[in-house]
């Protein structure tokens, strides 16, 4: 089996924590060039990654320059799509990190890149490969939950707030909690429905604990005069066959209702939430019943435990993509819906009116 011949753009921490040893670990990858704006950073991710021969580079065009069949788009969000299709165009294919760019003009130009030059386009939304979530996702192809017409994505932290790199920049990421993990619950919560259909979003979003010296935050106090995105939003999504969506996110929040990356679906024929493991509830011999699937591989004999990572199966899957072209569980087109909600959302929030779809 061939080797892919792979390019980073960005050797950061989403780089070196989840696609860097997941690509190693499956042996389907040779990560030949590494480019960041600090070069020691894209040294010392060499020396942990790469080849022996592998290059570093400071500039993105150079790197694109080099014998390569995959390019990986790891830098904040701002470059998001200046780079994924600058290497689509130079005949790559582009796993590029979510969200899929700062707004949804960006994400078209994207999705239409990739039509007009036959090039894959992957954006990694690696939670649709949870067990739970594809246990899920059968369970609503086989519309065993009814028509879905209520649901709730979840992404809150109590106090949580990244501290390091440019989390807290806006002109970098385009936003804050929202726009960095509400983007995983909405994406899990469309997928689930399978409904892209958006009529109108209403949405709310606050400065309120950002200011605050008694934090109490996970990865240590942040600066209250650097922090210049929201530390919470929420929408209200209506889509065009009358289902709603309820989108919460939050970095800081004082609340214990702690849940991120899940959803809750209400159908006709039963529900679905993530908040506790995954949950059924349904009516059966007219009695209210929950069940909790097991869905782990242990007390297997001969079997450690130790099962795949969605980030494992989203690296084999995008190698299947490009090597045999397995079908994209991730089509471009409904990532770039999940930007242009969380762009109407930030709208909303700033005119305080509803933003209408067409």
């Known amino acids: 089996m061939r080797k892919l011949r792979a390019g980073i753009v960005g050797c950061g921490g989403i780089a070196n924590g989840k696609h860097l040893p997941a690509m190693q670990k499956s042996g389907l990858y040779e990560v030949v060039a590494f480019c960041d704006i600090i070069i020691e950073r894209a040294q010392e991710t060499k020396e942990k990654f790469g080849t ?17 069949d995959v390019v990986y788009v790891t830098t904040p969000n701002r470059s998001h799509a200046e780079i994924s299709i600058a290497a689509m165009e130079a005949g790559r294919d582009v796993m590029c990190e979510k969200p899929m760019a700062k707004n949804y003009a960006e994400a078209q130009k994207m999705v239409e890149t990739a039509e007009r030059t036959h090039r894959v386009l992957n954006i990694a939304y690696q939670n649709r490969y949870r067990t739970d979530s594809l246990y899920l996702k059968e369970m609503c192809k086989s519309d065993e939950l009814g028509e879905i017409y209520f649901a709730k994505a979840h992404a809150l932290r109590r106090r949580a707030v990244p501290t390091w790199g440019v989390f807290l920049n806006e002109e970098e990421q385009g936003g804050g909690p929202l726009i960095d993990i509400g983007t995983h619950a909405l994406d899990l919560t469309l997928w689930m429905m399978d409904n892209y259909e958006v009529q109108s979003v209403t949405g709310a979003s606050f400065h309120k604990l950002s200011d605050q010296t008694d934090q109490g935050n996970a990865f240590g106090n942040w600066d209250p005069d650097k922090f210049c995105v929201e530390d919470s939003a929420f929408g209200f999504i209506r889509m065009k066959n009358g289902a709603v969506i309820e989108l919460e996110s939050a970095w800081a929040l004082n609340t214990l209702e702690v849940d991120e990356a899940k959803t809750s679906l209400c159908g006709t024929k039963a529900g679905a939430d993530m908040k506790d493991g995954l949950r059924i509830n349904y009516i059966h011999h007219n009695a209210q019943v929950v069940e909790k699937p097991e869905l782990s591989s242990g007390g297997v004999a001969f079997f450690s435990g130790k099962e795949k990572s969605a980030a494992d199966y989203e690296q084999e899957l995008f190698y299947h993509i490009v090597v045999d072209g397995a079908e994209q569980v991730v089509k471009p087109a409904q990532a770039a819906v999940v930007t242009r909600i969380l762009e109407a959302v930030y709208r909303s929030a700033e005119s305080g009116e509803t933003i209408y779809f067409d």
Request: proline share 0%.
């Open 52 to 68: 022996e021969d592998a290059k570093v580079f400071e500039d993105y065009r150079e790197l694109l320059k080099e014998d390569l």
